[in-house]
């Protein structure tokens, strides 16, 4: 559904965008994730026609951004990084015109504006200024906006941002009830977001893709080793060797402190290994109490910081 | 064309729930209605001198002259107006971020220059029509020649015209409105002395100056002559402003 192909876009020679490709199959959701400034509303504002690119081809259904920009920005809904809205309309009156320009038949505009407004739950301020919402709303006005002629592309750059907590819950499972019918492209900076709502992630940093997989193929492939954190009541010296001992433990680090209270320690084994069994015998056999004992999954954010921090080494 | 319409009433609606549209409105009628009794008594007086040095003297057209003072003044009031038409068309748009909305939806550049072009000559017929209230006056206490009358709206309208295309394209250079519209007012500024420099000047320089004198070429619709050069001169020049205006909303898409 959108290709995209060695794309370049320079400010006065400075790359934002340096060589980026991706493919988005039909009905997939994408996040794109990235520190401040790696390019992420660069390559969406590319994607929409919104400016050109330097160098390289971009293709939304098919039709080239440049060459057939009519044909792309007919099926694409798009929510700017700042919502574009007319501060003095009415959130009614502004997605009547937003349906209005994108070509929406007069008949189904009624219909359509209600059901964007009841998606994003603004239909309480349909008569209010927008000037005069609050942050929150005006964001939800603007995701309502691109939801308007029900488009088969939705590009959404941090859709989520200035929510209440309640809110990016149902945006994100409005989004995810998108998926299938729509793809969407969605920026963000909130990690679990990418997991929860996402079916692949592209990671990019400084305008290069420094990564694109599924967020749990992410996390195993950054994934060095399973970890296991313990807390266990006994003398820290002699737990510490003991642990080590156990055949298929890389490495054991314990946490400072005085031997009367329970102390953590996290021991890392070998990939593919499954130690707990043999961890909680070995602690129990020595009279020591095991106060907790869990398996720590690399998080989104792990790998972020570990491919993003990687890249600048 | 249905988009032209929807920027067109967006616009509309936008010059009404603003102050501007009323502080422009209230201006123009107040300043109409003062320059016209101005003008008005003035002529009366220097008639009533004039009948003093006894018959022989030619009979004054008192309607005549005053159209043509009123007109005059007027053209010149509009040069100033203008700016605040059009200073905010596309600088707020590029304020305000709705240029991301406006670009990437199937209306694309040329369409919003048309609604807004259209909205703000629809202003500016609305100020016109305004005029008439005062102009209505001569109608009702004599026999003005309707002629010159007619000519004078027409000529304002089309004048109009190539001002509102200047400081549309104006307002595609900044994102600051008030930027764009001390630079239209600059710019209209200066077509006003082009007029009185063309009358000092003399050969060549006098030629391309009083050709370049925006207000120069209103004279002839004024005293009722429609005379097509002085249409083609103020339909190229408003051809020129929104073929600029095109061009500058599109460098925003050129590949650099
Ligand atoms: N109009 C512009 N002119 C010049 N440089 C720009 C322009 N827009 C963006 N940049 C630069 O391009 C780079 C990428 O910016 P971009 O806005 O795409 O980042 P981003 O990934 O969206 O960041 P954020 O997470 O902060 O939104 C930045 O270094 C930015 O300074
Ligand atoms: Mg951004």
């Known amino acids: 559904m959108i290709e995209v192909e060695h794309l370049t876009k320079a400010y006065n020679g400075r790359k934002a965008v340096d060589d980026i490709s991706f493919r988005v199959e039909k009905g997939e959701i994408l996040g794109f994730l990235g520190p401040n400034g790696a390019g992420k509303t660069t390559t969406m ?7 050109p690119a330097t ?128 793809t969407v492209i969605l920026s963000t900076h909130i990690l679990p977001e990418v997991s929860m709502t996402c079916n692949r992630v592209v990671i990019i940093n400084d305008g290069r893709l420094i990564a694109i997989d599924t967020p749990q193929g992410l996390a195993n492939q950054q994934k060095g080793a399973e970890r ?44 593919n290994t499954d130690l707990r069994r043999d961890i909680a015998n070995a602690v129990v056999t020595q009279g020591w109490g095991l106060l907790e004992l869990r398996g720590v999954s690399m998080s989104l954010e792990d790998v972020f910081i570990n491919l993003v921090t990687k890249e600048e080494v | ?41 003035n002529v009366i007086q220097s008639t009533m001198m004039q009948s003093q040095f006894g018959p022989g003297s030619q009979p004054v057209d008192v309607p005549g002259i005053v159209t043509r003072g009123f007109f005059g003044t007027m053209s010149v009031v509009l040069l100033f107006m203008i700016p605040m038409l059009t200073m905010g068309l596309f600088a707020e748009e590029k304020k305000r971020g709705t240029m991301e909305l406006l670009l990437t939806t199937p209306v694309g550049h040329l369409h919003a220059m048309m609604g ?15 005029t008439w209230v005062t102009i209505s006056a001569l109608f009702k206490y004599g026999q003005p020649d309707w002629k010159p009358i007619l000519g004078a709206y027409l000529g304002l309208l089309l004048y109009g015209e190539g001002l509102l295309a200047a400081g549309l394209f104006i307002s595609t250079l900044t994102e600051n409105q008030i930027v764009s519209g001390v630079i239209t007012f600059g710019v209209s ?39 097509t050069t002085h249409v083609i001169f103020y339909l190229s020049f408003a051809f020129v402003g929104l073929f600029l205006t095109y061009r500058s909303l599109e460098s925003m898409r050129w590949r650099s």
């Open chain 1, 45 to 51: 504002r590319i994607l929409t026609c919104y400016m």
């Open chain 2, 189 to 227: 500024l200066v077509l006003w002395l082009i007029d009185s420099f063309s009358s000092g000047a003399s050969g060549a320089a006098k030629d391309v100056l009083s050709y370049l004198s925006v207000i120069g070429h209103l004279d002839d619709f004024i005293k009722g002559v429609i005379d």
């Open chain 2, 116 to 130: 807004k072009f259209l909205a703000s000559t629809t202003f500016l017929l609305i100020m016109l029509a305004g």
């Open chain 1, 55 to 182: 160098d390289g081809t971009a293709r939304v259904a098919g039709f080239d951004v440049f060459e057939n920009s009519l044909e792309v920005r007919k099926r694409i809904g798009y929510l700017p990084e700042n919502p574009p809205l007319y501060p003095e309309m009415t959130v009614q009156s502004y997605l009547h015109f937003v349906a209005k320009i994108k070509g929406t038949p007069s008949a189904q505009r009624k219909t359509q504006v209600e059901d964007a407004m009841d998606r994003c739950s603004i239909t309480d301020v349909r008569d209010r200024i927008i000037g005069k919402l609050s942050k929150g709303y005006k964001q939800r006005v603007g995701l309502a906006q691109s939801l308007l002629n029900n488009p088969e592309v939705l590009i959404l750059d941090e859709p989520t941002i200035g929510l209440d907590p309640k809110q990016i819950f149902e945006v994100r499972s409005l989004i995810k009830n998108l998926a299938g019918t729509h």
């Open chain 2, 1 to 41: 064309m249905q988009n032209v319409l929807a920027i067109w009433q967006r616009e509309m609606k936008a010059y009404f729930v603003s102050p501007i549209a009323y502080v422009v409105l209230t201006l123009w009628l107040l300043l109409s209605g003062l320059f016209f009794y101005a003008i008005l008594t």
């Open chain 1, 228 to 271: 296991i954190a313990l807390l266990i009541e006994g003398p820290r010296e002699a737990v510490r060797q003991k642990l080590a001992s156990i055949p298929g433990v890389m490495s054991v680090q314990a946490e400072a402190g005085s031997d009367a209270q329970p102390a953590g320690f996290t021991v890392e084994c070998k990939l």
